[in-house]
């Protein structure tokens, strides 16, 4: 991924502290369906570098690869120097929609060179050249009640951030979404 516009203009502005500017990224995923159970496998790999494989207009919160979770998406699955492997399931049950998935991300030293994330930190909390193993566990149920569509999900997600004193953090979820197609 090569960077423009915006993006670029602050990575010119801060070229004597950032060296490597490109990230690149290749992942694959074979699914299939089983008995009605929708099943899924895929593998990530993004090389070192500064910028995560994601959307600049999200501030890289969001990407397209196939092992992004709901909270491990862009800040984890697509950071420079990671990989990671993640198993899904869904199925439909009496009306309901169910889903579950398990993720798990490899972050790298990146050569002990800042990325994106921690070169904005600005409270100096990140970790920087420090290895860490996130992992993420994703249940939803879905349904649908006349025109209102209702999903609740459940998130646990362990050792989703390393700090620079070298702790690491986990975080519990719950969100509830309801929505309106129109």
Known sequence: M??????QKILDANSN?????????????????LYGVNLAASYSSVSKGFLPVANTATG???????????LSDGEIAAKPDTTA???????????FDLGASYG?????????????????????????NQEFKPSEVDLSVGTKIDEVNLVVYYINQNDFTK???GETRDRLDIRSVASINF
């Open 163 to 165: 700090t620079a004193t």
């Open 60 to 70: 890289f919160k969001k990407t397209k690869l196939y092992t992004a979770s709901i």
């Open 17 to 33: 502290t950032i060296s490597n500017k490109t990230t690149s990224a290749w992942a694959a995923q074979v699914s299939g369906a």
């Open 85 to 95: 492997w993640k198993l899904s399931a869904s199925t439909k049950v009496a009306g």
């Open 2 to 7: 090569d960077p423009s516009g915006v993006t």
């Open 104 to 128: 798990s991300y490899k972050v790298g030293k990146n050569d002990g060179v800042k990325d994106w994330f921690s070169f904005a930190d600005q409270a100096g909390t990140a970790a920087v």
